[in-house]
């Protein structure tokens, strides 16, 4: 069953259990903010939660940048509240949404999981001190056992073309960009940066298939169950692959047929040259391993554009 946290915007967090929910028998999905304590209280007295998926978080960097107190709010009292109720209802596992924000401008490439961390922005930051807090708890009291997982870059869509990603405005991020260049939504796509050390000048970025991703969370929450002496620890949810900028808008253009119309920019504040992930650690103790590569990402990408070129609202402009 899910909660959904939608204040101020839609978030998740996924509550595991092997029985029924009493609070929501029907759709198994409650609707809440962390930031509730009373809505929390509601779903945990409702039944017994084995572990917690917790996703319930802001992520957009300028945003976070211009409104940092949203971001701590949000992200920080809102997973305090959770943890709160998780201790007092006995649950104490967890899988937390971290992020490869947690490496900075990273000085090692491939980043593994035990590279110096730092944050660039205060998005960032709030990863970060979630990461020492789930250290900290684990340190306090062993019997929380914690995964968290450091999501690379995440594009794709659900191969049925129903589930996918429909950001608000503007999109911040590079695939939702292409996309809507792609179906004819916005004239062309900025690219930040043509003169990086890289084979062709454009950022590099390890880019993930969402699919992937979700079944890096079954991977872990496996792991929480086999290994209940875990304790807390980092994994890096990437192909370790890296791909440009260009190479991407070229894999899209491949993908949809459309052209791609491209400008080229200064580079954007604060972007790092060269990002991907060291997947070794994943492989070895979660048996996991990206399965997709960018042509599928691609791929699927589009079929969900073509079916929603306008995102979940059934086709009327946004
Ligand atoms: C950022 C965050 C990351 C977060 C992710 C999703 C940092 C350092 N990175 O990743 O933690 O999980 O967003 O919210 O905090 N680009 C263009 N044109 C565009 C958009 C992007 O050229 O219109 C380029 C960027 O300069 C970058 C690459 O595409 O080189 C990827 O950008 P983006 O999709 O925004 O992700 P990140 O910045 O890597």
């Given at each position: 069953?899910?909660?959904?946290?939608?204040?101020?915007?839609?978030?998740?967090?996924?509550?595991?259990?092997?029985?029924?929910?009493?609070?929501?028998?029907?759709?198994?999905?409650?609707?809440?903010?962390?930031?509730?304590?009373?809505?929390?209280?509601?779903?945990?007295?409702?039944?017994?939660?084995?572990?917690?998926?917790?996703?319930?978080?802001?992520?957009?960097?300028?945003?976070?940048?211009?409104?940092?107190?949203?971001?701590?709010?949000?992200?920080?009292?809102?997973?305090?509240?959770?943890?709160?109720?998780?201790?007092?209802?006995?649950?104490?596992?967890?899988?937390?949404?971290?992020?490869?924000?947690?490496?900075?401008?990273?000085?090692?490439?491939?980043?593994?999981?035990?590279?110096?961390?730092?944050?660039?922005?205060?998005?960032?930051?709030?990863?970060?001190?979630?990461?020492?807090?789930?250290?900290?708890?684990?340190?306090?009291?062993?019997?929380?056992?914690?995964?968290?997982?450091?999501?690379?870059?995440?594009?794709?869509?659900?191969?049925?073309?129903?589930?996918?990603?429909?950001?608000?405005?503007?999109?911040?991020?590079?695939?939702?960009?292409?996309?809507?260049?792609?179906?004819?939504?916005?004239?062309?796509?900025?690219?930040?940066g043509h003169d990086y050390?890289t084979?062709d000048g454009t950022?590099?970025?390890?880019?993930?298939?969402?699919?992937?991703?979700?079944?890096?969370?079954?991977?872990?929450?496996?792991?929480?169950?086999?290994?209940?002496?875990?304790?807390?620890?980092?994994?890096?949810?990437?192909?370790?692959?890296?791909?440009?900028?260009?190479?991407?808008?070229?894999?899209?253009?491949?993908?949809?047929?459309?052209?791609?119309?491209?400008?080229?920019?200064?580079?954007?504040?604060?972007?790092?040259?060269?990002?991907?992930?060291?997947?070794?650690?994943?492989?070895?103790?979660?048996?996991?391993?990206?399965?997709?590569?960018?042509?599928?990402?691609?791929?699927?990408?589009?079929?969900?554009?073509?079916?929603?070129?306008?995102?979940?609202?059934?086709?009327?402009?946004?």
């Open positions: 069953m899910s909660l959904c946290l939608p204040l101020p915007r839609a978030t998740l967090i996924e509550l595991v259990s092997r029985s029924r929910c009493a609070a929501c028998p029907s759709r198994g999905v409650f609707q809440g903010d962390l930031r509730n304590t009373d809505d929390l209280e509601k779903v945990f007295a409702a039944r017994r939660y084995d572990a917690v998926i917790h996703f319930a978080g802001l992520k957009a960097v300028g945003e976070s940048v211009a409104h940092p107190e949203m971001y701590y709010e949000n992200n920080l009292i809102g997973t305090i509240n959770l943890y709160k109720s998780m201790k007092e209802h006995g649950c104490k596992k967890l899988v937390f949404s971290s992020s490869a924000t947690v490496y900075g401008w990273p000085e090692v490439i491939p980043c593994v999981e035990d590279s110096k961390l730092q944050a660039a922005n205060p998005y960032g930051r709030t990863k970060l001190i979630l990461e020492d807090m789930a250290r900290d708890y684990h340190r306090a009291d062993t019997e929380w056992s914690i995964v968290l997982l450091r999501y690379f870059n995440p594009i794709g869509a659900h191969s049925s073309g129903e589930i996918g990603e429909d950001p608000k405005g503007i999109p911040n991020n590079l695939l939702p960009y292409i996309q809507q260049v792609a179906v004819g939504r916005l004239p062309e796509l900025n690219v930040y050390p084979r950022a590099i970025r390890d880019y993930i298939h969402v699919v992937d991703l979700a079944d890096g969370h079954i991977a872990a929450l496996k792991k929480l169950f086999d290994s209940p002496d875990i304790g807390c620890v980092a994994y890096n949810l990437g192909t370790g692959r890296g791909t440009s900028v260009l190479e991407m808008v070229a894999a899209f253009k491949k993908a949809s047929g459309k052209e791609i119309p491209t400008k080229l920019c200064p580079r954007r504040p604060g972007d790092a040259t060269e990002v991907y992930a060291s997947t070794e650690k994943a492989e070895r103790e979660l048996a996991w391993r990206a399965q997709y590569g960018i042509e599928e990402m691609c791929r699927d990408q589009w079929n969900w554009a073509k079916k929603n070129p306008y995102g979940y609202c059934g086709g009327a402009k946004k």
